[in-house]
């Protein structure tokens, strides 16, 4: 099993931080170019399905379910489901006075037809994105909440 947990501080209003990071649409924007295509299929109360594909022409559908008044976000690999078992992710967000801490959690196995990279591998890609992807959202929110900032 894999299990990995990343945390950024990003200097913005809890509002702003939860908001645009939960903004499937933008996610092409928000993960650099990890995706090239994000797309929402349904928004249903709290709960959105989406599907996301990648620069390698593959594509896989999620759901998210977001608990702002909690300050968290869930989320499970839906279809295909391979080269993965499972995959889930939580979002938490926590308000240290000078930011919010956004952290995220993920917890996979992989399926065992999947040969071409270890569960460890595999763990190293997910810290290493998810410490590169932090980046752009901290930079992308902040720049958001300075020219939001700026107009009021």
Not at 41 to 49: D, F, Q, S, V
Not at 74 to 93: D, G, H, N, Q, T
Not at 104 to 118: A, R
């Amino acid at each position: 099993m894999g299990h990995t947990v990343n945390s950024i501080v990003i200097n913005a209003p809890y509002e702003l931080v939860f908001d645009i990071s939960n903004h499937i649409e933008r996610w092409t924007e928000l993960f650099g170019k990890e995706y090239v295509k994000a797309e929402v299929l349904e928004r249903k109360g709290n709960a959105i399905t989406f599907r996301l594909h990648d620069k390698d022409g593959k594509s896989w559908v999620s759901k998210r379910w977001l608990y702002k008044d909690l300050k968290f976000a869930y989320a499970s690999r839906w279809e295909p489901m391979f080269p993965f078992k499972y995959m889930k992710i939580v979002w938490l967000y926590h308000d240290t006075g000078d930011g919010i801490l956004m952290t995220w959690i993920q917890d996979f196995e992989m399926d065992p037809g999947f040969t071409k990279f270890t569960a460890e591998q595999i763990e190293g890609f997910v810290n290493e994105h998810s410490q590169h992807n932090m980046k752009i959202f901290k930079k992308v929110i902040e720049q958001e909440s300075v020219l939001s900032t700026a107009k009021k």
